[in-house]
């Protein structure tokens, strides 16, 4: 109801009251309460005042006096307006309110004084009027007060009304309906999935509160509608709201109703139901800020007969909702489902506007619902839609919060998955240890969280309540997410497209099918040009002609079967008013997919095969069957040079594919004809496949006497790793030792034998900079590298030995280098070179590129090359680190271990290793190659971060710079992912040569470069 308040004052306090912002602090209440205040400058010309102030005073509840002694004064303020208050207040009750605005008689007059709201008959507001704060505490206590008295007017009129009307008492005709929605709405639905679970879960212990933005502007349901709409939340720094902020809101701003926005999916439908929960389990107040005594009625507006009917076949809204919700089953007549909505106590909540046949119709069910909300003007009505079904002429008029709900965040999507899993557990084993299944409930979900978050492409699509669902019911069912994503893609389409809506009763204009040999053309087609995301409708609509006519559809109007699967799928959307395309890139990639395997286009997938754009469509190609083009496409692919070089692809597909044939790589492991990079692909293929045809593979390249030794190994090795050895013996070795120790500077190395090994990072490695990529197979001959990096003791030993002049010690080495705590630890003593006592063993610093060189060479040794380093680090294998492909801090010197604050000895790390046993590969000391890093012959490749280095540098892969125009300790660098300003401080780590009897020795030293 509305309270009525007349503020009565004297005009000569405008400018005071002007000043002192009381009635406008006061008025504020306007926003929490339906109040209406009045006051005489209301009054226009031509109206008669006497009249038109004592009319109001009789319609007005609260008397809000302002006092002071020219109020007193005033004959008319007191004779009129004061008679006229205390006229109704005696007989209507209504409240004098007065509020002392200074100093003044005021206990003179009986009227003020057994009325006076303030605490205390000198707290005036002038008294308080230079102390802001007390004059602040001042009105607050007075807006308190007031509101009490708004709040004590509401009540009684609200029980008045109850007493007065008899309808009101039939209230509790409506508990068996609420029962009835209650056990009908409180569980999540599986309808339209393919899934073995068929148990009740609870909405309610799952339900993530919705997060929705107001409306600001009208967008299009359009991509760039929607960058709109983020751009305006962002400048305007809108924040989100969840359903009781929402409501409250709208209780602020006086507005009654609301429409709420969403993609296909996005929770509006179980919003409504969780509201209509909530109000019949009397949990209104707490979870929803609303009157919880309110009956919900929960209709979707797909079950409207058209408004437009003839009178004796047009359904009028109380019928309507009464055959829905099945209001006569439960004895409830119009007549009382009327009662409820003209008084208040009801609320309507419609669903899914957008699911109303055509536009036209729409059109015409807005009108019907204003109608209704113009009749039932008490009554809150909340309608649902999808951006697209409501749009233009398809909206409602009048007042209404329009909200946009919004994607999941990773910390929902993770909560929905923790009870999901939770309750469905608890279910399955009902009377077992609920805290047991709790527990691994949650740890299924934290599982299937982490593989969404590990997967671009799957954590793209789980945004939505609808296809997360769809991802926990085939991720319960198969006790894991399939790592074939054609499956996952298969039931997300089929929902999508024909599934959801068959489970709601919604008439198809073709099935799932269909719709997709329809869709697979038009993703091929849009993929076809990189990049390409959209196209002009006028061209999809011509691509789409072909395809409706094989499937015998021709007669379909194709515009209006594109728009709606755009307005029913959510597969497809507009991205501006003209341009239309896929909502997500993986239903691209996925139907495009499809109509590769359909047409059998192995050509276009052989020359695509190392383009980014192309790389998931090839691999979704492979997974495919029904028929599989695998074989074929592993048949024309073994002999190019882009197996030769990268075969990561390869090895996702044969994660992927469901069919994994060992005979193309059986065949190209064994043919004398290929490279042997190629073939040692093969090798690690086949490793991959496992299986008796890829085992007699590769005990025939073990028995092969032709075959180079190195891959006759490798396939031995491969052998004992499969635990498949039997009956066959190890190959040969020649005479080198596995390790040897240098003569002159007495460094101990370790062999690093022949052969082929995985070099730089995977395309889609998100954490390697580009110019790592893309990862290939290298062969190199066997070499020798250091086990440790060069230590200050051995440095020392050089220098004395070699006796450098100035310049030349400092071209090698800067003594009184220092960066943040580290330093040079050989100083220059009685013209003889010595190491601070307990650095010894540590690696030597502060030394260039030229002084690792002349190292080298008095050790008749060499800098490596990067592709030696980088094998050496790694292994054959690829590992991301020297250990495996997990990062843990106690197996190097990095920024992340916290006990370091500079470099260590250099055989603290043991478990840091490489597979050839070599130390501090990764953190300690940046270490110099011989390689140059660009080809005008500038800078040098370093590898291996130092101490003040993370994860990301510590890379066996990660490649930095250092110039050697100069000799200088400070130079540019470069570090992934993108350009950093870097101060190399460059300390050594070197390579020599050295000849022998059987074998030439190659030996890596180190040198470290403190990189910030």
């Keep these: 109801m509305k309270v009525n308040i007349f503020v009565s004052y004297s005009h000569k306090d405008e400018d005071y009251l002007a000043k002192i912002d009381l009635l406008d602090y006061i008025k504020g209440l306007a926003r929490e309460y339906e109040v209406n205040f009045w006051w005489d ?7 008669n005042w006497d009249k038109e102030i004592k009319g109001r005073i009789e319609k007005s509840h609260i008397a809000l006096v302002l006092v002071s002694q020219w109020f007193l004064d005033s004959a008319y303020c007191i004779d009129v307006e ?66 009490e008295q708004i709040e004590k007017i509401i009540s009684k009129t609200d029980q008045q009304k109850k007493e007065e009307d008899p309808k009101l008492k039939e209230y509790e005709i409506f508990t068996s309906y609420l029962n009835s929605a209650l056990v009908e709405h409180r569980h999540l639905p599986t309808q339209g999935f393919e899934t073995n679970v068929r148990i009740a879960i609870e909405l309610e212990q799952i339900y993530i509160n919705m997060r929705a933005v107001i409306q600001i502007c009208d967008f299009e349901y359009t991509l760039e509608g929607k960058k709109l709409l983020r751009e305006k939340m962002r400048e305007e720094n809108l924040s989100t709201l969840d359903i009781k902020a929402t409501f409250t809101a709208a209780k602020k701003y006086h507005i009654k109703d609301m429409v709420i926005l969403g993609d296909p999916g996005s929770g509006k439908t179980t919003l409504l139901k969780y509201i209509l929960i909530m109000l019949a389990q009397g949990k209104g107040k707490e979870k929803l800020g609303m009157d919880t005594h309110l009956i919900p009625f929960f209709a979707p507006l797909r079950e409207l007969k058209d408004p437009e009917l003839k009178d004796h ?28 909505l003209e008084c208040g106590k009801g609320l309507i909540l419609l669903d899914g506007l957008d699911e109303v046949a055509d536009e036209t119709m729409r059109r015409r069910t807005c009108q019907w619902i204003d109608e209704a909300r113009m009749r039932f003007a008490e009554t809150r009505f909340i309608i649902t839609s999808r951006f697209a079904g409501y749009l233009g002429k398809s909206r409602l008029e009048g007042n209404c919060l329009e909200l946009s709900i919004q994607d999941f965040t990773e910390e929902e999507v993770k909560t929905f998955l923790i009870r999901w899993f939770e309750s469905v557990e608890t279910i399955v084993h009902i009377g077992e240890d609920d805290a047991f299944w709790r527990e691994k409930g949650r740890e299924k979900a934290l599982a299937l969280f982490d593989r969404i978050i590990s997967s671009e492409h799957i954590r793209k699509l789980a945004k939505t309540p609808l296809l997360l669902q769809i991802i926990a019911l085939v991720h319960r069912d198969r006790g894991r997410l399939p790592q ?4 996952l893609y298969e039931e997300c389409t089929n929902v999508l497209l024909e599934k959801w809506d068959m489970a709601k009763g919604l008439d198809l204009l073709i099935s799932a099918r269909e719709a997709r040999q329809v869709l697979q053309p038009l993703a091929l087609w849009l993929h076809s040009e990189d990049e390409r995301r959209s196209a002009p409708m006028e061209q999809i609509i011509e691509m789409l002609e072909g395809p409706l006519q094989e499937i015998g559809k021709s007669g379909l109007d194709t515009k209006k079967l594109l728009l709606n699967i755009r307005d ?43 383009q980014k754009w192309w790389k998931e469509v090839i691999l979704l190609c492979l997974a495919l069957n029904n028929p599989s083009v695998i074989k074929a496409f592993m048949g024309q692919i073994i002999p190019s040079n882009s197996f030769k070089s990268n075969i990561s692809l390869i090895m996702d597909a044969m994660e992927d594919s469901i069919v994994k044939p060992p005979k193309p790589f059986a065949d190209a492991l064994n043919n004398m004809d290929l490279p042997l990079e190629t073939r040692h692909n093969c090798l690690r293929v086949l490793k991959k496949i496992k299986g008796p045809k890829a085992v007699q593979a590769l005990k025939d390249a073990v028995l092969q006497k032709d075959n180079p030794l190195a891959l006759r190994k490798a396939a031995f090795e491969t052998l004992e790793f499969m635990q498949e050895t039997q009956r066959i013996e190890k190959p040969g070795d020649d005479l080198t030792p596995t390790t040897f120790t240098s003569s002159v500077d007495q460094a101990e190395m370790v062999l690093v ?59 090698w080495i800067e003594l009184k280098g220092s960066l943040l705590g580290e330093k040079c630890r050989i100083k220059m003593q009685k013209k003889k070179f010595q190491v601070e006592k307990g650095y010894e063993k540590h690696p030597v610093i502060f030394v260039t590129y030229f002084g690792a060189d002349a190292y080298a060479k008095w050790a008749e040794k060499r800098l490596p090359t990067e592709e030696e380093w980088e094998k050496a680090a790694r292994g054959t294998e690829g590992f ?31 478990k840091g290793e490489s597979p050839y046993g070599c130390f501090d590969m990764a953190g300690n000391v940046w270490e110099w190659t011989d390689s140059w890093y660009d080809k005008n012959k500038e800078r040098r490749v370093l590898r291996g971060g130092s101490w003040g280095d993370g994860a990301l540098y510590c890379r066996c892969a990660c490649r930095l710079f250092a110039s050697t125009r100069t000799a200088g300790t400070t130079l540019w660098g470069f570090g992934a992912p993108g350009f950093n300003l870097c101060l190399f401080t460059l300390l050594p780590f070197f390579a020599l040569k050295t000849t022998g009897k059987a074998f030439t020795i190659f030996i890596l030293l180190k040198f470290l470069n403190f990189s910030i």
């Design 41 to 47: 400058k209301k009054l226009v010309a031509g109206d």
């Design 82 to 147: 004061i008679s006229n208050f205390l006229i109704n207040c005696r007989e209507r009750g209504l409240i004098i309110f007065p509020i002392i605005l200074s100093s003044c008689e005021w206990h003179k007059h009986k009227w003020l004084k057994s009325r006076q709201y303030l605490p205390g008959a000198d707290k005036t507001v002038a008294k308080h009027y230079r102390d802001y704060g007390q004059r602040m505490d001042l009105f607050s206590l007075i807006r308190k007060d007031l509101a």
């Design 313 to 340: 076949d047009k359904e009028g809204f109380l019928n309507f909702i009464i055959r829905v919700c099945r209001l006569d089953g439960f004895a409830i007549k119009e007549k009382d489902l009327q009662a409820i």
């Design 484 to 487: 074939r994503r054609v499956e």
């Design 568 to 610: 029913r799928s959510g597969i497809f959307m507009g991205y501006s008013e003209t341009e239309y395309g896929f909502s997500h890139l993986t239903f691209q990639e996925y139907l495009a997919a499809e109509q590769v395997r359909n047409e059998g286009c192995i050509d276009l997938l052989i020359k695509k095969y190392e």
């Design 753 to 811: 034998p022949a052969g082929p090994f995985l070099y730089g990072s995977r395309e889609d490695d998100k954490e390697a900079s580009s110019d790592e990529k893309p990862q290939r197979l290298i062969d190199l001959p066997k070499f020798y590298i250091d086990k440790y990096p060069v230590t200050n003791e051995q440095y020392g030993k050089f220098l004395n030995k070699s006796a450098p002049d100035e310049k030349t010690l400092k071209e």
């Design 880 to 910: 991301i680190y020297p250990w495996g492909n997990e990062f843990d801090k106690s197996f190097c010197n990095s920024s992340e271990e916290s006990e370091s604050r500079g470099t260590t000895p250099v055989d603290r790390f043991p």
